[in-house]
């Protein structure tokens, strides 16, 4: 796994276990990188932590590519908790749908990580920009690295499916 930890409250890293952390997404079709995310949040969940998933509602999902391919959100969400509750029965596990960009994290005080894959973190800081104006502390965040081909989208996985009902290559 090999996570960044980045700490909001130094510019060095350091070893980082939460008891309140979140994370969020699409999870359609639970590929490995969604595990490789879970997986993350779960390491660095102390024992009896609470980990909150955030899944993509129906209105944010409007805009995205072969949106009519993406599972209903009560089978995504099955397949997270599933998944987390097999490696780690000992971590509560809150699934919301997200309805907005950032869920409940602007304002929420209760949590002290966010976990993200390498490409969404340049935007993840306006996180903590929305903490400090709403007057809540800042997020560490861990940080998964994607790897090129060994990470699969969702998105891929749909384009794929799509061309081949249309009989494409």
């Known amino acids: ?24 997404g699409t999870f359609d079709g639970l590929h490995n990188g969604h595990r490789k995310l879970l997986t993350m949040a779960l390491a ?16 944010m999902l409007r805009n995205k590519k072969h949106a009519e391919l993406i599972a209903p959100l009560a089978h995504r969400m099955s397949g ?28 929420a005080p209760e949590y002290e990580a966010l976990v993200l894959s390498s490409e969404t973190l340049v ?21 998964a690295r994607r790897q090129g081909a060994a990470t699969l989208s969702s998105t891929f996985v749909r384009r794929s499916a799509a061309e081949d009902s249309r009989g494409g290559s």
């Open 123 to 143: 935007g993840s800081e306006r996180i903590n920009e929305l903490r400090a104006e709403h007057g809540v502390g800042r997020l560490d965040f861990v940080v």
């Open 1 to 24: 796994l090999f996570p960044l930890l980045f700490s909001s409250s130094s510019s060095r890293s350091r070893c980082l276990v939460a008891i309140r952390l979140a994370l969020g």
């Open 80 to 107: 997270v908790r599933d998944f987390c509750k097999r490696l780690r029965p000992d971590v509560e596990l809150e699934l919301v749908e997200l309805r907005g960009k950032f869920g409940p994290l602007c304002t």
């Open 44 to 59: 660095v969940a102390k024992p009896g932590a609470t980990l909150t998933v955030g899944v993509t509602g129906a209105e």
